[in-house]
């Protein structure tokens, strides 16, 4: 009886053993809200899709798409800077393609893939070092050489502050999109987002 | 009773036995050696350590070339990193991460914190990769001006503003560059190439880190001897002592120290001493108490006492205590593999094929020779490690001699002169 008692109890302390150590996997399809929390910083999924549907909403609604004609004018996404204080490229690719979809999507634009563009080697070396502003020459290749009618660039930045235990990162997503026959800005607008860690 | 100071010697702890094999193998000059052992050890680390090996594996890949793989790691590193600053915490804070029964996560000084940035900074330029190394320059400036640093320490890395300055100078920030060469005063990165050709930027890594050692001090209060452990500071041999560097076989100046990280962390020592000794002090009391325990009931339960079994008490509760100690170390975690001092120099250097020497009077390798690639406008890197094949790492170990006159030994000396009346009345 004693022995049996012992082995129940040594039983149960396996288990609990083992269960203290085991990894557990979620899958966001059953449980959505995983995808919710921050667990960062850094820019994720979910800053992204809001930038996005916020960016695109005001483009959407914007005095130039209501005087925008008939046809399927050509854009391109030339290329989203990095100008914040954490290594969110990877992000920032993602962002562009998303952008880049929606475009697609909205049936009212002929998108130019942006890696088409990145093949030209001189055309990739003019864009990696693009900032708020394009140069004429490189406008004038991007009409010339690709038939681009209207292409987007901006930056995202950020202010980081850090006390003792909090650092807080305030993002801000600025994209403008430019006629490349008269190189002017058509529509811009700025998306904020801010991400804070406690601890 | 006159009080007796003496030291019975130091010890490594789990972490040192660990990164001896890699440290070995780095300073024999097989950092793809190094690398592959500290791969090895990170797989099987726990993640106490996991972040640490990291860094030094970095240090290794870098010293290789590797600058995308050791940036990668850096990253992930700094996403994780916590920092404890030893002159300023709390002693019990101190005395719960360097003293407790289990190690837990590696917490990292201000100062190393930093260097993850700087260090970054280096592997992004070496990568080629100028907005990620952007990322690392505002990270550092971040540090610099908001993190609770003291305003000498702040402004004592003209390194880390400098390579922030030519970093945004290349990702086309002039106005962010302009500031960051401000905060770094003139150190030689500010001069921008000539019309038509390319920066040649040349880092030495020079000599190594000093690093923490446990230091056991054996002091006699109240009649019993107590043991008394810290972690020890102790610099290491090792570096060049001057580096000139010679372009197309021509002398084109000598690399300047921007960073003495071997003289910020002694002076830092100094400032984290006291409160070392308080947390070792808080960390000697359980110890002493359970040996006195140990003591009192051999002696109550002795029917006849006499002098030869109460030598023998004496004796096995001053073992009992000393293996105490023995079993729990204090925790010298540190990130060895950096260099003691960095060195930087800036030309302006016609686009092309160039060879490169530095020369390291007083070490091993004597003589480094590169060849290296300019474009006109860009930046190209050369990083100079001078501890790789530099020889062993052997290190003065505190134990090895007399530590009268030691800074620590002094500072180990008034707190038991303060504390002996404790055990007086005991």
Redo the contacts between chains.
């Keep these: 009886m004693v022995k049996t008692n012992h082995s129940r109890w040594a039983l149960l302390l396996i288990t609990l053993v083992l269960g203290a150590c085991a990894t557990s996997y979620t899958r966001a399809s059953e449980e959505p809200q995983i995808d919710e929390a921050a667990m960062?910083t850094?820019l994720d999924r979910v800053d992204l899709e809001r930038a996005v549907e916020r960016w695109i909403e005001g483009f959407e609604r914007s005095q130039f798409i209501k005087g925008l004609g008939g046809g399927k004018p050509n854009i391109a996404i030339l290329r989203i800077?990095?100008?914040?204080?954490?290594?969110v490229?990877g992000a920032l690719a993602n962002l562009l393609n998303s952008v880049e979809t929606r475009l697609v999507n909205s049936g009212r634009w002929s998108v130019i893939d942006n890696t088409a563009l990145s093949r030209d080697a001189v055309m990739a070396e003019r864009l990696r070092?693009l900032?708020d502003s394009v140069d004429k020459a490189t406008t004038a290749a991007l009409g010339k050489e690709f038939g681009i009618h209207y292409f987007i660039n901006g930056r995202v930045g950020d202010t980081?502050?850090?006390?003792?235990d909090k650092r807080r990162v305030q993002y801000y997503l600025f994209l403008r999109v430019t006629d490349v026959a008269t190189g002017v800005a058509v529509y811009q607008k700025q998306v904020d987002i801010t991400k804070q860690m406690e601890g | 009773m006159a009080l007796v100071l003496c030291l019975a010697g130091c010890a490594s702890s789990g972490y040192g036995r660990r990164i001896a094999p890699a440290q070995l193998a780095f300073y024999q000059g097989d950092a793809a050696a190094s690398a592959a052992i500290l791969a090895s050890d990170i797989e099987q680390a726990g993640d106490a350590d996991r972040h640490l090996l990291g860094l030094e594996r970095a240090m290794a890949l870098q010293a290789q070339g590797r600058f995308a793989e050791a940036a990668e790691l850096m990253v992930q590193a700094d996403q994780r990193l916590e920092v404890l600053d030893y002159s300023h915490a709390p002693v019990t804070a101190l005395a719960d991460t360097l003293f407790s029964l289990r190690a837990g996560t590696w917490k990292a000084t201000p100062p190393e914190k930093v260097l993850v940035n700087t260090q970054n900074m280096i592997n992004f330029l070496g990568a080629g990769e100028i907005e990620e190394a952007a990322v690392e320059a505002r990270r550092v400036g971040i540090l610099l001006l908001q993190e609770d640093l003291p305003e000498e320490e702040r402004y004592a890395n003209p390194l880390a503003w400098a390579l922030a300055g030519l970093i945004f100078e290349h990702a086309g920030k002039p106005g962010e560059a302009a500031e960051a060469f401000r905060e770094a005063g003139p150190t030689g990165l500010e001069k921008p190439a000539a019309p038509g050709e390319g920066t040649l930027l040349v880092v030495v890594q020079n000599g190594r880190v000093p690093i923490r050692v446990q230091a056991v001090y054996q002091l006699w209060l109240g009649g019993k001897l107590r043991r008394l452990q810290i972690p020890e500071l102790v610099r290491r041999t090792g570096g060049a002592a001057k580096s000139p560097v010679w372009l197309d076989g021509k002398p084109v100046g000598e690399a300047p120290v921007l960073l003495d990280l071997q003289g910020q962390a002694l002076h830092r020592y100094g400032r984290e001493l006291p409160r070392l000794l308080a947390a070792a002090v808080l960390q000697m009391v359980p110890r002493a108490v359970l040996s006195d325990a140990l003591r009192r009931a051999a002696k109550d339960s002795g029917q006849d006492p006499h002098a030869g079994a109460n030598a023998l008490v004496e004796l096995g509760a001053t073992v009992f205590e000393q293996a105490l100690g023995e079993w729990f170390p204090v925790d010298t975690r540190c990130w060895s593999l950096l260099p003691g001092e960095i060195r930087a120099l800036r030309l302006s250097v016609r686009p092309g094929e160039h060879t490169l020497a530095v020369d390291l009077p007083g070490t091993h390798v004597g003589r480094i020779e590169r060849t290296v690639t300019v474009t006109a406008g860009g930046v190209s890197l050369v990083n100079i490690v001078t501890a790789l094949g530099d020889g062993s790492g052997h290190r003065s170990a505190p134990g090895s001699g007399n530590m009268t006159g030691t800074r620590a030994g002094l500072a180990a000396l008034e707190l038991a002169l303060a504390t002996r009346e404790i055990w007086r009345h005991d």
């Design positions: 960062s850094r800077a990095n100008e914040t204080s954490e290594h490229s070092g900032g980081a502050e850090k006390t003792d």
